[in-house]
């Protein structure tokens, strides 16, 4: 696989910008959905979305505007991130959910893609809506 693009679950992948940018892998890789998770980095992408229009091709885009640093608040941002790639996954009849630790997710990713390292901060919030999610789980239940 492209050192740029890691397929972490069966349809589901991870990339850098550069994966992001190029409509022919992400075709190849029957990928629909990107997600990026980044400042100002839109028109970077607007060559690949110009592509697939031309192409006749389309990729489904959110753009959730954070930098890289610890004091960002991913945590404002997350649910929706994570009903983008939900409705990616599911319109292509993969299961994501598997009911696993924050912790066990980075192991995961990290398994197949080594550069994965999340700032301390991200990481925090991640274990905080983790247990927020599992406090609302307990709840419904």
């Given at each position: 696989m492209?050192?740029?693009?890691n397929?972490?679950t069966?349809?589901?992948?991870?990339?850098d910008?550069?994966?992001?940018?190029?409509?022919?892998?992400?075709?190849?890789c029957q990928?629909t959905?990107?997600?990026t998770?980044?400042?100002s980095?839109?028109?970077l992408?607007?060559?690949?979305l110009?592509?697939?229009?031309h192409?006749?091709?389309?990729f489904?885009?959110?753009?959730?505007?954070?930098?890289?640093?610890p004091?960002?608040?991913?945590?404002e941002?997350?649910e929706?991130?994570?009903?983008f790639?939900?409705s990616?996954?599911?319109s292509?009849?993969?299961?994501?959910k598997?009911?696993?630790?924050?912790?066990?997710?980075?192991?995961?990713v990290q398994g197949?893609r080594?550069?994965?390292?999340?700032?301390a901060?991200f990481y925090?919030?991640?274990?905080?809506w983790?247990k927020?999610?599992?406090?609302k789980?307990?709840?419904?239940?």
């Amino acid at each position: 696989m492209n050192e740029s693009l890691n397929e972490i679950t069966p349809g589901l992948y991870l990339g850098d910008i550069f994966a992001a940018r190029n409509p022919s892998l992400l075709n190849e890789c029957q990928i629909t959905h990107v997600l990026t998770v980044a400042r100002s980095s839109l028109g970077l992408l607007s060559n690949t979305l110009d592509t697939a229009a031309h192409d006749g091709t389309s990729f489904r885009h959110l753009q959730i505007e954070l930098d890289d640093l610890p004091d960002e608040k991913l945590y404002e941002r997350l649910e929706e991130g994570v009903e983008f790639i939900d409705s990616a996954l599911s319109s292509s009849g993969v299961v994501w959910k598997d009911n696993i630790s924050v912790g066990q997710a980075l192991e995961i990713v990290q398994g197949k893609r080594k550069k994965a390292r999340p700032n301390a901060g991200f990481y925090r919030q991640l274990v905080e809506w983790e247990k927020r999610c599992k406090e609302k789980s307990s709840e419904e239940t």
